[in-house]
T-cell receptor, first 116, second 113 residues
Framework: DQQVKQNSPSLSVQEGRISILNCDYT??????FLWYKKYPAEGPTFLIS?????DKNEDGRFTVFLNKSAKHLSLHIVPSQPGDSAVYFC???????????????FGKGTKLSVIP | DGGITQSPKYLFRKEGQNVTLSCEQNLNHDAMYWYRQDPGQGLRLIYY???????QKGDIAEGYSVSREKKESFPLTVTSAQKNPTAFYLC????????????FGPGTRLTVL
């Protein structure tokens, strides 16, 4: 049973436009969410996180939105650049609730291609 | 520079041989993790360790073993009992296991011939 789902395996966006990557989760105990970026044959790089007490967090071109009632989060990249082309993983944990807190649960990833 | 190192980057082994993947961190993190990534899949947790001399099985521990004799080191042994060992292996660490942000090493690509 997938607790974290990224339903779009791939996404193509023109350079300069907005990229929106989506993630859904089913476990209501999750209260901490992260996005990682991964290039082929490299380890994932932490991008941005959000806790469930907030509904938005920004860091430069990256903004994460959290809709707790819908159990949905999204990562917005504005403006998109060719160097953003990578696989993006959504991850979640029950960091503050303590239930299964050791683990990050990852989605399967979305491959973003930014076209020059 | 603080970080996580994994060696080697690429590893080839014959079927039936055990192989040990190295992971070292100098971030002074208490917790360390091993994940496996297969094409089109997310990251699946093999083992994790909250503290020296302690480790726990993750979701797919069968055919793998680990040790945590030092805080900085968390080697993973892929045994001959692992049915599909060819994969990309990622090591990570975090300050604690309380669902903290995990930071990853560059990975080791293991190919079993």
């Amino acid at each position: 049973d997938q607790q974290v789902k990224q339903n779009s395996p791939s996404l193509s966006v023109q350079e300069g436009r907005i990229s929106i990557l989506n993630c859904d989760y089913t476990n209501s105990m999750f209260d901490y969410f992260l996005w990682y970026k991964k290039y082929p044959a490299e380890g994932p790089t932490f991008l941005i996180s959000i806790s469930s007490i907030k509904d938005k967090n920004e860091d430069g071109r990256f903004t994460v939105f959290l809709n707790k009632s819908a159990k949905h989060l999204s990562l917005h990249i504005v403006p998109s650049q060719p160097g953003d082309s990578a696989v993006y993983f959504c991850a979640a944990s029950a960091r503050y609730s303590g239930a299964g807190s050791y683990q990050l649960t990852f989605g399967k990833g979305t491959k973003l291609s930014v076209i020059p | 520079d603080g970080g996580i190192t994994q060696s080697p980057k690429y590893l080839f082994r014959k079927e039936g041989q055990n192989v040990t993947l190295s992971c070292e961190q100098n971030l002074n993190h208490d917790a360390m993790y091993w994940y496996r990534q297969d094409p089109g899949q997310g990251l699946r947790l093999i083992y994790y360790s909250q503290i020296v001399n302690d480790f726990q099985k993750g979701d797919i521990a069968e055919g793998y073993s680990v040790s945590r004799e030092k805080k900085e080191s968390f080697p993973l042994t892929v045994t001959s009992a692992q049915k599909n060992p060819t994969a990309f292996y990622l090591c990570a660490s975090s300050e604690s296991t309380g669902g903290d942000t995990q930071y990853f090493g560059p990975g080791t690509r293991l190919t079993v011939l």
